[in-house]
Nanobody
């Protein structure tokens, strides 16, 4: 059974940076899409970024484009989200997810495996 474990969240001042990691443990899940979503209090879970297993294709939400970078280490089945120029509106619980297809990467139901989430708080 594969599990996803996020790390790297914390408290940072506006304009600062954080790097989130998502490690997949258990058997390799082969070619999948990995994504990052976030959920602020009282809000729906929203798409942040996604990357295909090959690492050749990436997608970003407009709100984070140019500030966040998603990457993936295929050898270790680890995904990363480098977050720069953080804003207070980036404050949320960030979730890593994995899906088998990679067709509708911005949709929550594309993904069948989720991590437990890591809190990111940006203070202004």
């Amino acid at each position: 059974q594969v599990q996803l474990v996020e790390s790297g969240g914390g408290v940072v001042q506006a304009g600062g940076s954080l790097r989130l990691s998502c490690a997949a443990s258990g058997r390799s899940f082969g070619s999948r899409v990995m994504g990052w979503f976030r959920q602020a209090p009282g809000m729906e879970r929203e798409f942040v970024a996604a990357i295909l297993s090959s690492g050749g294709s990436t997608w970003y939400a407009d709100a984070v484009k140019g500030r966040f970078t998603i990457s993936r280490d295929g050898a270790t089945n680890t995904a990363f989200l480098q977050m720069n120029s953080l804003k207070s509106e980036d404050t949320a619980v960030y979730y890593c997810a994995a899906g088998p297809l990679g067709l509708f990467v911005r949709r929550v139901d594309e993904y069948d495996l989720w991590g437990q989430g890591t809190q990111v708080t940006v203070s202004s």
